[in-house]
């Protein structure tokens, strides 16, 4: 089936004082995630926050590449059709031609006021007061900006990215998508943050990380009447119809990687990040954290376990707030 799009769900708070997203006194040592999402871009933005949503407690979201709005107005109807109406929507930062890449803008949006954008600030409100780490999945201008404005705080966040690539890349002339549309916030946030982890593009782009039209997921969305199910299916149907080779689930590995999954293997080592933003091994680099390999067995179970519905035999009868999420 190809689910039309159902009607917008009246959103929870999306913007206010930033008291209205501070932590809270009590129990403020949990853990805190920022997924900081360019959410409207690919396929695998979609499922990285419904992963994030399922497992992380103390969540908080904020968007980049930003474009008026459209992209935090997306992750909070979605975090809102997954039942995570308390976790904060942040707007963060808009890039001079973040409207010339694809957005998935056709379906019916919630209606927000004008957004609190002080993406850095909510970051260090929250990094001041618990453990925080942050999961950057698209451009790096917001985690760049908390690294200037708050210096002090780079030993206490723990930065997970996903992009750039060492060994090999479907584009060798360029860096990869998330550290090439903004090339001096990679390069700040490279050379600023304390051990950053790169769960690199070498590694992603792999067949095994492949969501197609033919996938389970996919067939599990255009089969699934739930509301969040037709949103991802439409989702699937704009991305495939403009890339119909698919998506590679990358940014759910970032995701796995942060909540400490054993997916991916890691070394580190001495990394140069050249005024492109591409990366290279070099004596005089930066000490990086990068991967080597992702096991793709045990990130299958592991998503697996985490949303079942990836699951070859993809019972459909699993609800999507149901069974063994890990929140």
């Known amino acids: 089936m190809n689910a039309e799009p159902v009607s917008p769900v009246t959103p929870a708070e999306f913007v206010g004082p930033l008291a209205a997203i501070a932590p809270t006194p009590v129990g403020d040592d949990a853990q805190v995630y920022v997924l900081d999402s360019q959410i409207g871009y690919d396929i695998d933005e979609l499922i990285a926050l419904w992963v994030a949503a ?3 407690n103390r969540l908080i979201v904020i968007t980049s590449d930003e474009t008026r709005g459209r992209r935090a107005a997306l992750a909070r109807l979605v975090l809102d059709l997954l039942g995570r109406p308390e976790v904060p929507v942040v707007a963060g930062s808009e890039l001079p031609d973040s409207d010339t890449r694809f957005l998935f ?8 006021p004008a957004t609190y954008t002080d993406a850095a600030e909510v970051v260090a409100v929250h990094a001041e007061h618990a453990p925080t780490t942050v999961i950057g999945l698209g451009a790096l201008t917001n985690i760049a900006a908390v690294l ?3 210096p002090h705080l780079s030993e206490q966040i723990q930065i997970v990215l996903q992009g750039g690539w060492l ?17 001096t ?7 600023m943050a304390h051990r950053p982890r790169l769960v690199l593009s070498t590694h992603t782009n792999h067949d095994r990380l492949r969501l197609t039209p033919d996938s389970p997921l996919v067939t599990w969305f255009h089969t699934t009447d739930t509301p969040f199910a037709q949103l991802a299916a439409t989702y ?8 119909p080779h698919g998506s590679w689930q990358a940014d759910s590995v970032a995701v796995a990687v942060a909540l400490g999954a054993r997916v991916a293997q890691f070394l ?19 000490l990086l954290t990068v991967t080597t390999s ?9 998503l697996a376990r985490v949303i079942p519905q990836t699951r070859p035999d993809n019972p459909a009868a699993e609800a999507i707030n149901g069974g063994d999420a890990d929140r």
């Open 268 to 286: 580190t080592e001495p990394i140069l990040t050249g005024p492109d933003a591409r990366l290279y091994r070099h004596p005089t680099g930066k």
């Open 148 to 150: 200037c404005l708050h």
């Open 185 to 191: 916030a990679a390069g700040i946030t490279l050379r």
């Open 105 to 112: 803008a056709d379906y019916p949006l919630p209606v927000v």
């Open 167 to 183: 060994d090999h890349y479907r584009k060798p002339d360029r860096a990869s998508h998330n550290l090439h549309i903004d090339q």
């Open 236 to 243: 699937c149907d704009r991305w495939f119809a403009r890339r």
């Open 294 to 302: 992702i096991d793709h067995t045990s990130f299958d179970h592991w």
């Open 54 to 56: 399922r497992t992380m």
